[in-house]
């Protein structure tokens, strides 16, 4: 089945120290976005990739950074995790075509991972 | 700017028991709305849709929105709740890039936490 990979489910760093959270899909979709979630709270765009370019979400701070190699696979890097960026972390895709046609909307998302920081 | 609004942060109900999740939705276009559930510690699933066409709209494991514009609501409903159906629910509304290379967003409303008792 066509899917939404993340990598690892669950991550524990220590303060301060980098960490990398990873996403893959099987489903071409042109678009990857990550998003944030605190516990009992509506997950918060971080950032997405559309085809190659990145867009960064103006409230996004500079300690998250992304990458994404290819179409299936995309990095979510937090330089010097503190401990408030303790979250789940969600990665969705999605398919554009430069229309205004409803699959751009659909979002299809991963299981998320874990962060822990300690 | 887009809103969603779930006035329900904490819904209880009995297995068998209908059930009835608010939305509403601020958007100065046609909506693309959609409800998804959130299992705890997994990710997001899409429960159903609304683009256009019939106001009613049926989704996965038995629920079914209601889409009526005149009270900007998007209500979710299901006529039998089962213990399985416990989780987090989130309505959420679609708002196309503002920019060329920028790809549609998803604003998702605070969620609302359904609790099932036997």
């Known amino acids: 089945d066509a899917m939404v990979i993340q990598n690892p489910r669950y991550q524990v760093t220590q303060f301060g120290k980098p960490v990398t959270l990873s996403c893959s899909q099987t489903?071409?979709?042109?678009?990857m976005y990550w998003y944030q979630q605190k516990s009992s709270q509506a997950p918060k765009l971080l950032f997405h990739?559309?085809?190659?370019?990145?867009?960064n979400e103006a409230d996004t701070p500079d300690n998250f950074q992304s990458r994404r190699p290819n179409t299936s696979f995309c990095f979510l890097d937090i330089r010097s995790p503190g401990l408030g960026d303790a979250a789940m972390y969600l990665c969705?895709?999605?398919?554009?075509?430069?229309?205004?046609?409803?699959?751009?909307?659909?979002?299809?998302f991963g299981p998320g991972t874990r962060l822990t920081v300690t | 700017a887009q809103s969603v609004t779930q006035p329900d942060i904490h819904i209880t109900v009995s297995e068998g028991a209908s059930l009835e999740l608010r939305c509403n939705y601020s958007?100065?276009?046609?909506?693309?709305l959609f409800w998804y559930v959130q299992s705890p510690g997994q990710g997001l699933q899409l429960l159903l849709k609304?683009?256009?066409?019939?106001?009613l709209v049926q989704g996965i494991k038995g629920f079914e929105a209601e889409f009526k514009r005149s009270q900007s609501s998007f209500n979710l409903r299901k006529p039998s709740v089962h213990w399985s159906d416990a989780a987090e629910y989130f309505c959420a509304v679609g708002a196309k890039g503002l920019n060329t290379g920028t790809a549609s967003k998803l604003t998702f409303g605070t969620g609302t936490r359904l609790q099932v008792t036997l």
């Open positions: 969705a895709t999605s398919r554009e075509n430069g229309k205004n046609y409803w699959g751009a909307y659909e979002q299809y």
């Open positions: 489903l071409n979709h042109n678009v």
């Open positions: 609304y683009f256009s066409g019939d106001t």
């Open positions: 958007y100065g276009a046609t909506p693309y």
């Open positions: 990739y559309y085809d190659k370019d990145f867009n």
